[in-house]
């Protein structure tokens, strides 16, 4: 009784025999059927058995895909879709192209070099890119980008072999011409690293930099140069300094000018030579200074005072000549990079740390020249000048 009652099968198998269908070859043997089957009591709940889940068996080839018109297709996450070769979809009344477009598949992860918190590598494959697909645990639904690969439409950087000791970083312009690049050549006696700006190229130190160049350097700028030291510069230079201005030199120093020649200072104007000193201007030799002009001179040596000209006028009228006056024009300052984020900005609108105001303030003026009178083991007050009356002529002893 216990058997009489609602079943339902869940599982049902079924064997059939004709060996008459085999004729001479089927024997005597009779047509027979039989089933074999599973069943659970009717009332009681019953689910079949989830159906193996597929199992990707290793990596595979896709292609990235994205909007038409665009290069590089991603979302915040910097994941990429793709369509594999095998996928041949096509949704109706959809051309040929639409197979490459951001709806070919969902979004896949790209692994990176370096992956921390706002901190890393990145580099994005584009559209039209190779890429190699890998699956977690082989399960289809956890795809995964970790490789890049090249083939005959997007070809190397350089051609190979010829070029097989090059290890190159090249990008290229997003919808422009062009590429940045960073590039090591390791043939023998040819080493070379080379840095390619397609546009601009800022440097940021927060600290120190140093660089020591064991041969030749050479600077080449089209337009203009600025520089902002906000310290000291100390250049030495052990040969010899040439330079060339094709228009104006402007010098402006606040404090003191000193200038030493071991052996001659020849300076030569084309038209105009003016020195002016606002209280005294004082000319030295150790054995003669001659003044020359129009035709007469004055000459002083060890010998004595020689003037010589057409006429000699001593408190006869007439009046000094005249300069022209120095037009120094201040140099434009530079523009400056904001830390951490590498944009170009006015100094008027960098905002100073703390670190960099202390160091300022410790580097003021007056602590600038006590350190570099030091070094030079010159006197930090100027000797004085004494009159007829013993009167210093640079200090006030009063």
Known sequence: DSLNRDWLITTVKHTGKQPQALEEEGGSEPTTYSNTFKSVPGDTAWRPEPPARPIMDGPQIAIVTGPQGEEIHCDEHGRVKVRFPWDRRLRPSEVESAKNDEHSSAWLRVSQG???????????????????????????????????????????????????????????THKGE?????????????????????????????????????????????NDRYAHIKANDHSTIDGEKREKVGQDHSFDVTGTIHLKAGTAWLSESGQELHIKAGQKAVIEAGAEITLKGGGSFVKIDPGGVALSGPAINLNAGGSPGSGSGQGVTMPEVPQVLAAHTGEKVEPAKLATTGARASAESAASPDSRTLKRTARS???VVSGCEFDEQDRCLLHDHS
């Open 114 to 172: 370096w992956a921390g918190g706002s901190y890393g590598f990145m580099a994005l494959p584009r559209i039209g890119h190779e890429v190699i697909v890998s699956f977690l645990d082989g399960d289809p639904d956890q795809p995964i980008i970790t490789g890049r690969t090249y083939h005959a439409t997007n070809t190397p950087p350089y051609p190979l072999p010829e070029h097989k000791t090059r290890t190159t970083l090249k990008t290229q």
């Open 178 to 222: 062009g590429s940045n690049e960073l590039r090591f050549e390791d043939e023998a006696d040819k080493e070379q690293i080379y840095v390619h700006a397609q546009k601009d190229l800022d440097l940021l130190t927060e600290n120190d930099r140093t660089e020591v160049i064991h041969h030749d350097s050479h600077l080449t700028v089209d």
């Open 377 to 379: 083991g010159a006197s």
